[in-house]
Nanobody, 117 residues
Framework: QVQLVESGGGLVQAGGSLRLSCAAS????????TGWFRQAPGKEREFVAS????????PYADSVKGRFTISRDNAKNTVYLQMNSPKPEDTAVYYC??????????WGQGTQVTVSS
C-alpha cells in the first residue's frame, strides 16, 4: 500500500516560486500515475496536474498551465510540483494522490500553500 507525504508548502509572495514534493513509501510507486490536487477554504478539491508513469503525459488545469510544472523521480519515489509565478488564488492545501483506473486514492495529509499579494 503506497503512502504519500507532501512537503514544501509555506508562504510565498505572488510572482515568486515554490516547489512541492510528494514522497511515496510502502509500495511500487513507479507503477502509478500521480496527481496533485488542491482545496481552498470553502471550495471543493480540484485537479491541478498529473503525471504518467513514464513522465511523458502531464495534463494541467487551465488555471495553472504555463506556471506550474509537474515532474517525477522514480528512483527517489517522489513527484514534484514546481510553482512559478503563483497568484493569491493559488492559496490552498495541496494534496497528492496515485491513480488507478479512473480513480485517485492513497491521499497524503496535504501541505498548505499561501500566496500573498
Amino acid at each position: 500500500q503506497v503512502q504519500l507525504v507532501e512537503s514544501g508548502g509555506g508562504l510565498v509572495q505572488a510572482g515568486g516560486s515554490l516547489r512541492l514534493s510528494c514522497a511515496a513509501s510502502g509500495g511500487t510507486f513507479s507503477r502509478y500515475r500521480t496527481g496533485w490536487f488542491r482545496q481552498a477554504p470553502g471550495k471543493e478539491r480540484e485537479f491541478v496536474a498529473s503525471i504518467s508513469v513514464s513522465g511523458g503525459h502531464t495534463p494541467y488545469a487551465d488555471s495553472v498551465k504555463g506556471r506550474f510544472t509537474i515532474s517525477r523521480d522514480n528512483a527517489k519515489n517522489t513527484v514534484y510540483l514546481q510553482m512559478n509565478s503563483p497568484k493569491p488564488e493559488d492559496t490552498a492545501v495541496y494534496y497528492c494522490a496515485v491513480g488507478a483506473g479512473s480513480t485517485w486514492g492513497n491521499w497524503g495529509q496535504g501541505t498548505q500553500v499561501t500566496v500573498s499579494s
